[in-house]
């Protein structure tokens, strides 16, 4: 097997067993609920907390092996009132990691706080849930495009805790139709459609352990975003405008051997089951200009439709995405205001949701900006978990002392930290009448000077035009300056391909000939290319209407030549290698020569014209 068991680690904490000092409390119920359906791991456990001592207990330690523990994501612990319903996330305990005295090495322990506390003989049923991202590994770490991606899971089979567990079960959920390669059998294993069941063990001490592996298929789209940076910009008039930069990579099995998009297109499910192609944004209701971008520009392959309750954009990256292939791209849309910002004792405050509205996506790191309004005073953040918090200014157009940016940074994000965070300020409407005083006034300023300028001297009015006149002229100058390079390279080719010819009849190499003129075919298309954005700007350009013709005349021109060239080129080369007689060839290529020596000559004139336009 090529993945390493944790024994090492276990091996450790079985040493200290039944630690005296945590054994006042005693868990009489565990239920454990592993959730392997996607890239993350969930695991909820349903914990029935008893106090057998005789002093009251406000706390309850949760054991996490530290190599789990550095995947750990969210960690939540709920309490559960009467018949098994979970209250409301805003009622959790609060959890805290702590380091109890002798503690076990390689565990990291959590601490819950039992606001209430816990009397002798009382009892609490709580709900943990733990998500865990990159802890599912690919084996093979490797896959071609026709493999299933498979990954192995670790994990013990008894509930690991500081505490006597009186009876508990496991339950694995994997995705619905996952082939399993192997799965640990312990005494009472169960294995059932898409899902294996362990236990019930009953009375197990302190740090119970018994190491479980399980290897099995899972085909769903492991998209990490390594980095996210979200820019949400208040503005007073009326919107929040998001902007999303991605950079998405798929972090499941690498994808090795040759990728074939033929393969792919026509059978995506088997040649490319664990590659994904869109992906789905879930924005607020009511999003508009939505748009969605790379560093090439737009990207048209997407899709958006909404309701009343949401906007739903499907995308597609440009091209599939397999294992260890990377993106990156932007996402931007205006939200109302009014959905967003509320007022509460004389301070405003935006509420926005905290993760990105792409589902089911992992973020190594997440950084939030919120662009406050100008003069926003009194500035202060609520967010519903720890993060790093930190504070710049950015200008746009017309700010005086600049916008307050707050910046939130958090590593390891997943779907559960979409949660809303509040942003409070203090803003007085007469700043925001700043800049539509500014632009008033100065438009008034404008309006006066421009009266005073009129009737002093109506001239000044040509001179602004013509100097619009004058930078137009430039830019059609440096578009026919381009236009004269690309041709001038066309004429260098041609002499590379007329020496080439010279060589030939010295040497005799035809193929060194012929290659020559496959490089200089290529090189001459590329050259095509490049003329276009300069030519259709011309042809757009009422200052160019004069130079135009003779511009396209010298393309027209030199296409001709070029077509000449490259016949006289193979006849030649075609005739050496039927070892026709010298005199046959001269007189085949005679006519076309003379054409080709004619076409070089309007080619060289055209562009002398050209340069003295
Ligand atoms: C990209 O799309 C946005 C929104 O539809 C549009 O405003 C912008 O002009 C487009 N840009 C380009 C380069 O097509
Ligand atoms: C923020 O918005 C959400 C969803 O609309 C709402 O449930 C929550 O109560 C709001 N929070 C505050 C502090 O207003």
């Not at 079985?14 to 630690?19: D, E, G, R, Y």
């Not at 300020?425 to 404008?446: A, D, K, Q």
């Not at 001709?560 to 006289?568: D, G, H």
């Not at 054409?595 to 055209?606: G, W, Y």
Request: overall charge negative; some cysteine; aromatic content about 10%.
């Amino acid at each position: 097997m090529g993945f390493r068991l944790r024994l090492d680690l276990f091996l450790v904490a079985i040493v200290f067993l039944s630690s005296p000092v945590l054994s006042d409390l005693v868990l009489s119920k565990v239920d454990r609920r592993v959730d392997l359906t996607s890239q993350v791991v969930r695991i909820s456990s349903t914990l029935k907390v008893e106090n057998e001592g005789h002093d009251l207990v406000s706390e309850l330690l949760l054991a996490i092996p530290d190599h789990q523990a550095k995947h750990l994501a969210y960690l939540v612990a709920v309490p559960i009132e009467g018949k098994g319903k979970a209250k409301s996330a805003g009622s959790s305990f609060p959890v805290q990691i702590v380091h109890p005295e002798e503690i076990p090495p390689g565990l990291t322990f959590y601490s819950v706080s039992l606001p209430k506390g816990l009397d002798k003989g009382g009892s609490l049923t709580l709900d943990v849930l733990t998500v865990f991202t990159h802890m599912l590994q690919p084996f093979p770490e490797k896959i071609s495009q026709a493999d299933f991606q498979l990954l192995v899971f670790q994990d013990t089979a008894y509930f690991l805790s500081p505490y006597v567990v009186k009876t508990q079960t496991l339950s694995v959920k994997l995705p619905s139709n996952a082939r399993v390669e192997s799965y640990t059998k312990l005494a009472n294993t169960k294995g059932l459609d898409s899902e294996i069941r362990y236990g019930p063990f009953e009375n197990l001490p302190p740090f119970s352990y018994t190491p479980i592996v399980i290897h099995y298929e899972n085909n769903h789209p492991f998209a990490v975003a390594q980095e996210l940076v979200r820019e949400v910009e208040i503005s007073h008039w009326g919107n929040v405008q998001v902007i999303e930069h991605y950079n998405l990579v798929h972090a499941g099995a690498e994808s090795q051997g040759e990728f074939s998009r033929l393969d792919y297109q026509a059978r995506p499910h088997v040649r490319g089951a664990s590659a994904f192609r869109h992906l789905v944004a879930k924005l607020p209701p009511r999003a508009h200009s939505v748009y969605y971008r790379d560093e090439i520009g737009n990207i048209s392959t997407s899709h958006l439709w909404g309701d009343s309750k949401k906007t739903e954009l499907v995308f597609e990256p440009r091209y599939p995405m397999f294992g260890g292939w990377r993106t990156s791209f932007t996402i931007g849309y205006g939200l109302p205001l009014k959905d967003f910002l509320f007022e509460t004792e004389g301070k405003r405050f935006l509420n926005f949701s905290f993760g990105s509205p792409i589902g089911e996506l992992v973020i190594d790191k997440l950084i939030v900006k919120v662009v406050l309004p100008e003069g926003s005073r009194d500035i202060s953040v609520s967010v519903p978990f720890p993060v790093k918090q930190s504070e710049e200014i950015t200008f746009s157009h017309l700010d005086i002392v600049g916008r307050p940016v707050i910046v939130l940074e958090k590593t390891n994000v997943v779907q559960e930290h979409n949660q809303y965070f509040q942003v409070y300020y203090r803003f007085s409407s007469l700043s925001m009448l700043r800049e539509p005083f500014l632009l008033i006034s100065g438009f008034f300023f404008l309006f006066v000077a421009c009266i005073v300028y009129m009737h002093a001297d109506l001239s000044i009015s040509k001179s602004s035009t013509s100097y619009l006149a004058k930078l137009q002229w430039e830019e059609v100058q440096v578009a026919v300056q381009q236009i004269q390079n690309v041709i001038n390279r066309c004429l260098s080719i041609h002499d590379k391909l007329e020496a080439s010819l010279h060589d030939l009849s010295r040497t005799g190499d035809v193929q060194a000939c012929k290659a020559t003129r496959k490089s200089a075919d290529s090189l001459l298309k590329e050259l095509s290319k490049e003329l276009k954005p300069s030519l259709s700007f011309l042809q757009s350009s009422p200052q160019a209407a004069q130079i135009l013709p003779k511009v396209e005349e010298l393309i027209a021109k030199e296409k001709e030549l070029q077509e000449k060239l490259m016949l006289k080129h193979s006849t030649i080369v075609d005739s050496s290698e039927k070892k026709s007689g010298g005199r046959e060839i001269e007189n085949r290529v005679a006519p076309l020569q003379q054409k080709v020596s004619a076409l070089r000559q309007e080619v060289e004139d055209l562009l002398d014209v050209i340069d003295e336009i």
